[in-house]
């Protein structure tokens, strides 16, 4: 198979959901399809578990889960099928934004009962400012939810997307007898059980077949007949480029522990969604079809064992053909690398893979040569762009406490900052340094990490700062004249990028009212 053909059979995407919606539950029923698992209850949730904050034995088996189980490939009707897995816990949020830079599309699971909840608005926010095509799957339609319509309204309301439901479900909870798929016009019917694969379809003639009535019963035949009826003028048909412009999401409904719903998911999945498209550097837009391989590093992740301190670094490819054992070009540190460790993340497994082809997601064996955002190239010297830091929620100084391990803190700090554990920003006055998370749980992890694989101490005090925005302006003078007004509130972030700390929301509208001339951004990336 040529370069082509290996782009247009791939799919890569992510899901994403609030804790508890049914991610993991989805993630294992695809791979059931993939024929990747053979049982239910193989998945492990890559969730970090707030009962075991304390206990770090337990997050560090969690963080071994989390490295297992963040990319699964499998195959399935001739497609391959690259699924990312994203932590669901707010405290890692920044993880999972980096993770959605990596894929071309989303599924989004809500939870019927509970409807759109917080984390779900802000994992969608990230997908709006990339215009990732997103299909949403209301799940757990087998207990007691929400009213469908009221449903739509609050993902369209509270996700700022339009939605077109491909399924509809014939009631709800206790009553909930299926769905009728307004795709391909056929009735699946509902019933609960954990471990088949395949549910019941029964391919209507059209909805005003008398066949409905002996699936479903007269009064649901009514009702689901004036609900089709009420949505075809609704909605119309799907359009599909709309979908892939990120502008309407298409929705189905299911029970994801029943496996109900999920096959129906997929096939769509896989016959509308993306494959894998170009993407901009900082110099130019790049095809996956051109022959020569470029991609970049998303995520970097420490291994278990605290005596080799060597990385994983995840690499989603862009373009061309990779081959390990090939020299790659590293555009930040000018520098060619031979590639001899690659390795394939197959559902459960990791193994070592000679090729891999854009879209793919492969893990480079790193002893600290890769940073998040790096790019690895056969020549293209641009860097891929939209991995951008947003502004950490919680700040606090680093303060050493032993003075005989200052080296072995500096790049105990260095190093979880490549992996994208925090943001670390210098500032300009005296050595200070802050640690930005998203958080609380993060400082915890830091703190016992130092410890335990640099055997550095490190307390991090609370300090007065609201935001760390990226600011610039366009007339270099104004920009002198600012920092030098603001010195002691002006730091640098991994990059060397200038930070503003604002000490607090009102001060910053006032900073920003008397310097209209400075633009203030609050991602790394403008
Ligand atoms: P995650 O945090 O999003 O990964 O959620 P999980 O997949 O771990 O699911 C959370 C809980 O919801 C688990 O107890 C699942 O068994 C349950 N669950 C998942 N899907 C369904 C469903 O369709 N119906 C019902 N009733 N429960 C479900």
Not at 146 to 158: A, N
Not at 212 to 219: C, P, R, T
Not at 460 to 481: G, R, T
């Amino acid at each position: 198979m040529g370069l082509k053909e290996e782009i247009a059979k791939r799919r890569t995407f992510g899901i994403i959901s609030h804790p508890d919606a049914g991610k993991t539950t989805l993630t294992e029923k695809l791979l059931l399809f993939g024929g990747a698992i053979q049982k239910a209850g193989a998945v492990k949730s890559s969730k970090i578990n707030m009962h075991a904050r304390s206990d770090w034995m337990e997050i560090e088996k969690q963080r071994g889960i989390s490295v297992a189980t963040s990319v699964m490939a499998f195959e399935y009707e001739g497609m391959k099928v690259n699924l990312l897995d994203t932590p669901g816990h707010q405290d890692f949020a920044e993880d999972t934004y980096r993770t959605l830079t990596a894929v071309d599309s989303v599924v989004m699971v809500v939870d019927c009962v509970k409807g759109v909840e917080i984390q779900t608005e802000k994992l969608m926010e990230v997908c709006r400012m990339r215009n990732t095509p997103v299909i949403s799957f209301i799940n757990k339609m087998d207990r007691e939810g929400k009213d469908p319509y009221d449903l739509l309204e609050e993902i369209e309301g509270r996700l700022n997307i339009n939605v077109h439901p491909l399924s509809w479900p014939i009631g709800i909870g206790k009553t909930f007898k299926g769905v009728y798929s307004l795709y391909d016009k056929s009735l699946r019917l509902f019933q609960p059980s954990k471990q088949r694969l395949y549910e019941e379809t029964v391919k209507l003639s059209d909805i005003n077949s008398p066949d409905l009535e002996k699936f479903i019963g007269e009064k649901d035949a009514n009702q689901l007949r004036e609900d089709v009826e009420l949505l075809q003028d609704l909605y119309g048909d799907l359009d599909v480029d709309a979908y892939l412009n990120g502008e309407i999401a298409p929705v189905f409904f299911g029970s994801a522990v029943n496996n109900f719903g999920v096959k129906e998911l997929l096939d769509t999945f896989l016959k509308i969604s993306p494959k894998p498209l170009a993407r901009s550097t900082d110099e130019r837009l790049v095809e996956p079809t051109e022959e020569k391989f470029t991609g970049f590093i998303f995520k970097v992740h420490a291994n278990m064992d605290p005596k080799h301190r060597n990385r994983i670094a995840f690499l989603r490819i862009c373009s061309g053909k990779f081959e390990r054992g090939s020299t790659y070009y590293h555009t930040r540190q000018h520098k060619k690398f031979r590639i001899s460790q690659a390795t394939a993340f197959m559902a459960q497994d990791k193994e070592t893979i000679d090729e891999a082809w854009p879209g793919d997601i492969i893990g480079l064996y790193d002893t600290g040569n890769f940073k998040i955002g790096d790019t690895l190239s056969e020549g293209e010297t641009g860097t891929y762009k939209g991995i951008p830091s947003f502004s950490p929620e919680i700040f606090r100084e680093v303060i050493n406490r032993d003075a005989m391990k200052t080296k072995q803190l500096e790049k105990g700090l260095n190093q979880l900052m490549d992996e994208g554990v925090a943001q670390l920003f210098s500032y300009e006055l005296g050595a200070r340094k802050a640690v930005g998370v998203v958080g609380q749980l993060q400082f915890e992890v830091i703190q016992y990490r130092l410890k335990n694989e640099y055997g550095a101490s490190a307390d991090f005090v609370p300090i007065q700062v609201h935001k760390a925005c990226w600011f610039s302006a366009k007339d270099p003078k104004k920009l002198e004249a600012f920092i030098d007004s603001k010195q002691r509130h002006i730091a640098r972030d991994k990059d060397g990028k200038l930070v503003f700390m604002a000490e607090s929301r009102a001060w910053l509208q006032m900073v920003q009212d008397n310097f209209p001339e400075i633009d203030f951004h609050f991602t790394s990336e403008f």
